[in-house]
């Protein structure tokens, strides 16, 4: 059983941080994909980073500059530290999975159950 769950969210001010973290349990960690996703609300869940088995990473527009995706295969840990925290970066983010490199794209099999992160201005 997969099981992948999210922590460190919260409330900041504008052109604040914040680490996210995502635990991860159930499978070969070090072979998936993994990736960071959010959702505002009335609005689609959008990818923001992603990386895969080799490390690689890929941001979206949005957040390239301002947000870091890494992972700690030993400890079976997907961080993002997010800086210089605007209020649009408002959301619910989740952390995904698979073996499948989907890119940004929410098609991963895999999902947290989500923390919430608010920036205000």
């Known amino acids: 059983q997969v099981h992948l769950v999210e922590s460190g969210g919260g409330s900041v001010q504008s052109g604040g941080s914040l680490r996210l973290s995502c635990a991860v349990s159930?499978?070969?960690?070090?072979?998936?994909?993994m990736g960071w996703f959010r959702q505002a609300p009335g609005k689609e869940r959008e990818g923001i980073a992603i990386?895969?088995?080799?490390?690689?990473?890929r941001y979206a527009d949005s957040v390239k500059g301002r947000f870091t995706i890494s992972r700690d295969n030993a400890n079976n840990i997907l961080y993002l530290q997010m800086n210089s925290l605007k209020a649009e970066d408002t959301g619910m983010y989740y952390c995904?999975?698979?073996?499948?490199?989907?890119?940004?794209?929410?098609?991963?099999?895999?999902w947290g159950q989500g923390t919430q992160v608010t920036v205000s201005s």
């Open positions: 995904a999975a698979d073996r499948v490199d989907w890119r940004l794209l929410p098609r991963y099999n895999y």
């Open positions: 159930g499978y070969t960690y070090s072979t998936y994909c």
């Open positions: 990386i895969d088995s080799d490390s690689n990473t």
